[in-house]
C-alpha cells in the first residue's frame, strides 16, 4: 500500500519486479510530493522511463514529476512544462520551459498540475484514440 500526500491510499496487486513493461504503452509520472522524489529514488522505474524515451515510446508526467525527465536527461532541447516549483530545475537541464496546460512532444507529454489534469489525461486519450474521440470525451465531461 502507498499513502499519497493527498491521504489516498493505493494498493497495488504486483511489484515493480514483477512487470514486463514490454506490456505496457505508456508510463506516466503523477508528480506531487513526496510522490515525486520516491518516484525519481526508484531505481528500476528510472531505467525503464529512460528506456521508453530512448526507444520512442511513450512517457507522460504531471505536476513536478516532469523534473525527473528533466534530470535524466531526457529534456534537453525539448519543450516541456511542469509545476512552477520546478521550473529551474527544467531550465538547469536545458528543456524548452513553456506555460502552457499541456505540452506534447514527441513520446513526451507533459502537464503543470492538478488543474490541469483534465487537458492532461484528454492528451493521452487524443494520443491514442485520436483528436475527434478526445474532443468528444472532454465535451462529455462538461470540460469544454
Known sequence: EVTSSHEVTFRTDTTIGELDFDQYDMIILPGGIPGTPNLRACSPLMEQVKAFCEKGRQVAAICAAPSILAELGL???????????KD??????????????????????????????IPFGLAIVAHYLGEDKARALGENIIYY
Do not use: Q, Y
Open 75 to 85: 529534456l534537453s532541447g525539448v519543450r516541456a512544462t511542469c509545476n512552477p516549483s
Open 88 to 117: 529551474e530545475v527544467l531550465k538547469e537541464n536545458g528543456a524548452l520551459l513553456c506555460k502552457d496546460k499541456v505540452v506534447v512532444s514527441d513520446n513526451i507529454i507533459t502537464s503543470r498540475g492538478m488543474g490541469t489534469a
